[in-house]
């Protein structure tokens, strides 16, 4: 029976299991719009074409399944482009939908007309427009595989207005499930040579692709080798971090030691993700040693310095292969005090402590929520069960440092560094997994840059609990501009409203359908009771945490 080219890309999407699209309408694809309406995938309607991006981003990265989004040509192109941006320096599987002026309008200067390859190829793995109605189905199945394939990344579909409402008798492609890329015995024999070898070998683990229980797996066997195992930059969620391997994370906010321990490593085996600039402070560190990269990028995407042997792999068959091995012949004649050392010195790091008493005296009377004590509150009431969702800034380090990860799947952040994503994220992630507490951690400069996303959690009954850090300033920005330009602050101050208000003025608004929680909190010791009372709400909850503009991150070192 004939059906659109619209309702024949919904019907693929379906096929696939696909269970959500996140999606600001748009007349140039009504007709796919109009599929969705009696099909069983959800339709999450979004307020801003980036926090759409963000959302389908964070539902990739938790689930594995490439994120889906919808926008509409021209300017919501372009407010999506940052979630593109993100997936593809990320690596994280996404598609977006964008609709297209009609064909005959092409060329013409005609109402939002923009050349879809030309601001996307790029970003983007691939960049597809279905000017035929009958291969509608094969290049969105085609779109799903390319986007999940090798380097996991960002394909942009175009959709012509005119083109979707064409009737066709295409069937609904069957997607076929790639074969796993299984290491070779050879392989796996020169690794474990490798690493007997070695006196002071580590695990760098990071990427999307750990939402199964491989992390758990990889980091008892590393521990039983006695080898430590370190973590990417906003990936640390690969490892459990009540592991006798879990020796710290790379990048932004990092121990002092866990880079020491990075460049003093005589072998490093990348594992999902590459030796890149923030790993490497800047490509400064972690380049003498003796190099194993495991991932399915042929290219080496993103990998800098030296590749003494490439394994095409997933996180999963490598943990897989790597965990039949006799863990006692990688092991050679260490002992566990390396391994020991770098877990210990991870510890201290990451122990509570009150931003206060790494403070000078003179400094000790700064106003506000030292927020040392309020993060040691929330990790131990979140207790490493909860998804974190992160923008970008400082406010972010505070969570970084001391919250807990103990399950998979349970944190998505910019790893480009974008603003905007922690709203956006923990509302996908709430969708995504109802029965866990999603938490967004972010600065005020962040919120306001996608925190119009609250409304979609009303709208489709998400319950995130979202921390906004209010200094009044880029406050990223300021620690540069006090390095560079002391006492010349410039451009970086910001007035803000009461966010908590905000939350609270969806209560009893039609189409909300659930109460919102807001605290305003000015002092420590207000935090934890209105932590638990956010807890407690039923619906989407915020706090809103004021601090000095003059708290900046906690010290790298661990001993303070």
Same mark, same amino acid.
């Given at each position: 029976?004939?059906?659109?080219?619209g309702?024949?890309?919904?019907?693929?999407?379906?096929?696939?299991g696909?269970?959500?699209?996140?999606?600001?309408?748009?007349?140039?694809?009504?007709?796919?719009?109009?599929?969705?309406?009696?099909?069983?995938?959800?339709?999450?309607?979004?307020?801003?074409?980036?926090?759409?991006?963000f959302?389908?981003?964070?539902?990739?990265?938790?689930?594995?399944?490439?994120g889906?989004a919808?926008?509409?040509?021209?300017p919501?192109?372009?407010?999506?482009?940052?979630?593109i941006?993100?997936?593809?320096?990320d690596?994280t599987?996404l598609?977006?939908?964008?609709?297209?002026?009609?064909?005959?309008?092409?060329?013409?200067g005609?109402f939002q007309?923009?050349?879809?390859?030309e601001?996307?190829?790029s970003?983007?793995k691939?960049?597809?427009?279905?000017?035929d109605?009958?291969?509608?189905?094969?290049?969105?199945?085609?779109?799903?595989?390319?986007?999940?394939?090798?380097?996991?990344?960002?394909v942009?579909?175009?959709?012509?207005?005119?083109?979707l409402?064409?009737?066709?008798?295409?069937?609904?492609p069957?997607?076929?499930?790639?074969?796993p890329?299984?290491?070779?015995?050879?392989?796996?024999?020169?690794?474990t040579?490798?690493?007997?070898?070695?006196?002071?070998?580590?695990?760098?683990?990071?990427?999307?692709?750990?939402?199964?229980?491989?992390?758990?797996?990889?980091?008892?066997?590393?521990?039983?080798?006695?080898?430590?195992?370190l973590?990417?930059?906003r990936a640390?969620?690969?490892?459990?971090h009540?592991?006798?391997?879990?020796?710290?994370?790379?990048?932004?906010?990092?121990?002092?030691?866990?880079a020491?321990?990075?460049?003093?490593?005589?072998l490093?085996?990348?594992?999902?993700c590459?030796?890149s600039?923030?790993?490497?402070?800047?490509?400064?560190?972690?380049?003498?040693?003796?190099?194993?990269?495991v991932?399915?990028?042929?290219?080496a995407?993103?990998?800098?310095?030296?590749?003494?042997q490439?394994?095409?792999?997933s996180?999963r068959?490598?943990?897989?292969?790597?965990?039949?091995?006799d863990a006692?012949?990688?092991?050679?004649?260490?002992?566990?005090?390396?391994?020991?050392?770098?877990?210990?010195?991870?510890?201290?790091?990451?122990?509570?402590?009150?931003?206060?008493?790494a403070?000078?005296p003179?400094?000790?009377?700064?106003t506000?929520?030292?927020l040392?004590?309020?993060?040691?509150?929330?990790?131990?009431?979140?207790?490493?069960?909860?998804?974190?969702?992160?923008g970008?800034?400082?406010a972010?380090?505070?969570?970084?440092?001391?919250?807990?990860?103990?399950?998979? %799947? #349970?944190?998505v952040g $910019?790893? =480009? @560094?974008a603003? !905007?994503?922690?709203?956006? +994220?923990?509302?996908a992630?709430?969708?995504?997994f109802?029965?866990?507490?999603?938490?967004?951690?972010?600065?005020?400069?962040?919120?306001?840059?996608?925190?119009?996303?609250?409304?979609?959690?009303?709208?489709?009954?998400?319950?995130?609990?979202?921390?906004?850090?209010?200094?009044g300033?880029?406050?990223?920005?300021?620690?540069?501009?006090?390095?560079?330009?002391?006492?010349?602050?410039?451009?970086?101050?910001?007035?803000?409203?009461?966010? %908590? #208000?905000?939350?609270? $003025?969806? =209560? @009893?608004?039609? !189409?909300?359908?659930?109460? +919102?929680?807001?605290e305003?909190v000015?002092?420590?010791?207000?935090?934890?009771?209105a932590?638990e009372?956010?807890l407690?709400a039923?619906?989407?909850?915020?706090?809103?945490?004021?601090?000095?503009?003059a708290?900046m991150?906690?010290?790298?070192?661990?001993?303070?």
């Open positions: 029976m004939p059906r659109s080219a309702h024949l890309i919904v019907d693929t999407l379906d096929s696939a696909i269970e959500r699209v996140y999606a600001v309408p748009g007349e140039s694809y009504l007709d796919v719009l109009d599929g969705l309406y009696d099909s069983p995938i959800e339709t999450v309607v979004c307020r801003q074409e980036g926090g759409a991006g959302m389908a981003l964070a539902e990739s990265r938790l689930t594995g399944r490439p889906i919808m926008v509409t040509r021209g919501g192109a372009a407010n999506a482009m940052i979630s941006h993100t997936a593809w320096q690596a599987a598609v977006l939908f964008v609709g297209l002026v009609p064909t005959a309008d092409r060329e013409r005609s007309e923009f050349s879809l390859p601001w996307f190829s970003t983007a691939r960049v597809i427009t279905i000017d109605e009958h291969h509608a189905g094969e290049l969105t199945a085609e779109a799903l595989r390319i986007a999940a394939a090798g380097r996991p990344g960002p942009v579909v175009g959709l012509p207005e005119d083109v409402v064409r009737l066709t008798e295409a069937p609904t069957r997607i076929a499930e790639a074969a890329t299984i290491p070779a015995s050879a392989e796996l024999e020169s690794l040579a490798r690493i007997a070898d070695a006196s002071r070998p580590a695990f760098v683990l990071g990427g999307d692709g750990w939402q199964t229980g491989c992390r758990a797996d990889l980091a008892r066997f590393a521990a039983s080798a006695g080898i430590p195992v973590c990417d930059w640390y969620d690969a490892v459990p009540g592991s006798r391997a879990w020796a710290g994370w790379l990048g932004y906010g990092r121990a002092d030691a866990v020491r321990g990075f460049a003093e490593a005589d490093l085996v990348f594992v999902g590459t030796r600039d923030v790993a490497s402070d800047g490509y400064s560190i972690g380049f003498d040693a003796e190099t194993v990269l991932s399915l990028d042929t290219e995407t993103q990998h800098a310095g030296r590749i003494d490439h394994i095409l792999a996180p068959t490598f943990t897989e292969a790597l965990t039949s091995l006692d012949a990688l092991r050679g004649g260490r002992s566990d005090g390396w391994m020991e050392e770098r877990v210990a010195a991870q510890a201290r790091f990451a122990a509570h402590r009150p931003d206060a008493e403070q000078p003179a400094e000790r009377t700064r506000g929520v030292d040392g004590v309020a993060f040691g509150i929330l990790d131990d009431r979140l207790g490493g069960e909860a998804i974190l969702t992160y970008a800034g400082n972010t380090i505070w969570g970084h440092r001391f919250i807990r990860h103990q399950r998979p %799947a #349970s944190l $910019a790893r =480009n @560094g603003m !905007g994503l922690a709203v956006p +994220g923990a509302v992630a709430s969708l995504t109802p029965d866990r507490r999603a938490v967004a951690i972010c600065g005020d400069g962040d919120f306001l840059m996608n925190g119009q996303e609250i409304a979609t959690a009303f709208a489709h009954g998400a319950t995130p609990l979202i921390i906004v850090i209010d200094n300033v880029y406050g990223t920005i300021v620690s540069h501009q006090e390095n560079h330009y002391p006492g010349r602050p410039s451009g970086t101050r910001m007035v803000n409203p009461d966010f %908590a #208000s905000w939350v609270r $003025a969806f =209560n @009893g608004q039609d !189409g909300a359908g659930m109460s +919102g929680h807001g305003r000015e002092a420590t010791d207000d935090f934890a009771p932590l009372r956010a407690a039923g619906g989407p909850a915020l706090i809103h945490v004021l601090i000095d503009p708290t991150p906690p010290a790298a070192d661990e001993t303070t």
